[in-house]
């Protein structure tokens, strides 16, 4: 299940290799510039940039391998009576009484998002605690921070 991921989510990596292709072509140029400027062992730009170049390269060659290993789930079509992959829902934190909103993710997509839904990956302690869980049910997760229960108000 760690190579699941929401259709919201694959556009969203897109947009982001997309974003590090026009990022490419920019430090490129900052590296040429920066060479031009001298001596390249006390040249700080050159460095610099340089630096910003392996970053971009980095981040580039991990989403694009990603990608090509994640596979694309559509949560409408997935049974809507137990927590699953891409759920939308709402449980309460037997503590404190506060509603929590959350949405199970893949480790991929795991972001902060525009809506109330906090997205939670499917492999973390409180995601393995409600995958397979129905409305009603009291969960417990064991985290570093502590036990916490919780029981699902709703699942969509």
Request: aromatic share 6%; with cysteine.
């Amino acid at each position: 299940m760690a190579n699941y991921i929401t259709k919201d989510g694959m556009q969203r990596l897109r947009r982001r290799v997309q974003e590090l292709i026009e990022a490419r072509a920019e430090i490129i140029k900052q590296v040429v510039e920066a060479r031009e400027m001298g001596d390249l062992s006390e040249n700080a730009e050159y460095h610099a940039a340089r630096e910003k170049q392996r970053y971009i390269e980095n981040e580039y060659n991990h989403l694009s391998k990603r990608m090509g290993i994640l596979m694309v789930i559509d949560p409408d079509n997935l049974s809507k009576d137990t927590a699953r992959f891409g759920a939308r829902i709402c449980m309460q934190n037997l503590d404190n009484k506060e509603n929590i909103y959350l949405q199970l993710v893949g480790v991929d997509e795991v972001f902060k998002g525009d809506d109330e839904y906090e997205r939670t990956s499917i492999l973390s302690p409180r995601g393995k605690a409600i995958i397979g869980k129905k409305a009603g049910d009291i969960i417990e997760v064991k985290a570093p921070k502590g036990t916490f229960k919780f029981k699902i108000i709703s699942i969509k």
